[in-house]
């Protein structure tokens, strides 16, 4: 017998806060409901478009001028309540913070800047070949998590893992050994309820360089990367932007003890 669900749960999927364990029903009520599933495709066509319209603004420094006259000892400010005062500077850190410009953020670097660099384009040509396929999506299963991430790690030369994602909507298909370059890559492949895939790339770079994350687009893909400890990692695919950076933070978050064991 399917499970019943609501078109509650349909918001919470695409939110990424539907229990993992309770996925796999969901899809299946999904299908049983030939509605349903065209209203869940229409909420996730209208948050993409919100995502696109609204999501760059996220990255818009806070004007100058506007920090000045909060943060300076302007006779404008000194002569407002403290109440207002007050108000108007919690408005301005959380713009701020809103905006990835808040120093210190748990979970990744503050700031994102676009760029461009061999991990990710690699990363995101990667994707393209293996998101697509049907049958051989992943040279080992997810069934065969601990093997996976030991013979992976022992190739690419540094303790791996790969980070439970499931929080944001994806589940761990498995992964693959790539070649990079002259060297070695490590990918891990995820997908959510409807399909949609991510993936988890990991390779040696050249010195010890680190970076925050930056953003590299490519027509309808892209990866958002940063350098660590002489490895690069990029999460990659064709998922909305806002999506996108919630995955390589979490990601990010996960992957960072292991790095420092390496």
């Known amino acids: 017998m399917t499970a019943e669900f609501t078109e509650r749960d349909i918001h919470l999927a695409l939110d990424g806060e539907l229990p993992a364990e309770r996925l796999n029903d969901f899809g299946a009520w999904l299908e049983a409901n030939p ?5 869940a495709a229409r909420f996730d066509a209208d948050r993409q478009r919100l995502q696109s319209a609204l999501g760059p603004v996220a990255y818009e420094a806070v004007p100058g001028k506007l920090t000045e006259a909060i943060l300076g000892n302007g006779s404008d400010l000194l002569g407002m309540s403290s109440w207002w005062r007050g108000a108007i500077a919690a408005g301005l850190i959380v713009a701020a913070a809103a905006g990835g410009y808040a120093v210190g953020v748990t979970g990744g670097p503050a700031g994102i800047a676009r760029a461009s660099d061999p991990v990710a384009e690699r990363a995101v040509a990667a994707h393209r070949i293996y998101s697509a396929e049907k049958l051989h999506v992943v040279e080992v299963g997810a069934d065969q998590k601990d093997h996976l991430i030991g013979w992976l790690s022992k190739r690419v030369g540094t303790t791996l893992q790969a980070p439970d994602l499931t929080p944001e909507g994806f589940s761990l298909v498995g992964g693959r050994l790539l070649p990079s370059g002259e060297k070695v890559a490590a990918q891990f492949m995820y ?19 680190e970076t925050g994350f930056r953003l590299f687009e490519n027509a309808d893909a892209r990866a958002f990367y940063w350098l660590d400890g ?16 919630a995955v390589a933070r979490a990601a990010y978050r996960q992957l960072l003890p292991g790095a420092a064991k390496s």
Do not use: C, H, W
């Open 191 to 209: 997908q959510d309820y409807s399909g949609n895939r991510i993936s988890l790339y990991v390779t040696q770079t050249a010195g010890s360089d």
């Open 35 to 39: 509605d349903m599933k065209i209203k």
């Open 230 to 245: 002489g490895f690069g990692y990029a999460i990659a695919g064709a998922v909305p932007e806002a999506t996108m950076e």
